[in-house]
């Protein structure tokens, strides 16, 4: 009786493995485009096709330092403010180390650095971790925590 238990979530196990494998295997290439469609727009200038990577929603969370912020619009109000107001620029954006973590067939947790190249030399840089979650018109992002220099 004990074999055949062990065997059975020997099996139970290897199924799920294998699940999120399969998960993974699909998902991260389409998490990684809508990152690397961010990545250009935002070189292109494009505020709201950066923002197209991330949920539409008033829901949509930002964590940047101590501060917390919430809702699409007003993460879009935010860049515009920061990048595209008087005496502000978007300079070039490169995102690097990507590391995508499937936490279900729906969800999944992303790590990375991001590189800003400004005309004036300077290169403001940090570290990200996204939350995605797969909706009817692919994946977006939930979650955004974002940490630079």
Known sequence: MRVSAFLLGTVVAITVCSFGQEAGDSASPAIRKVIEEQQAAWNRQDLEGFMAGYWNSPELTFFSGAHEAKGWLAALDRYKKSYQSAGHEMGKLEFANLRIEMLGPGAAFVRGEFHLTMS?????????????????EGWRIVHDHSAGE
């Open 120 to 136: 004036d030399g300077k290169t403001p840089h940090g570290l990200f971790t996204l939350v995605f979650r797969k909706f009817p």
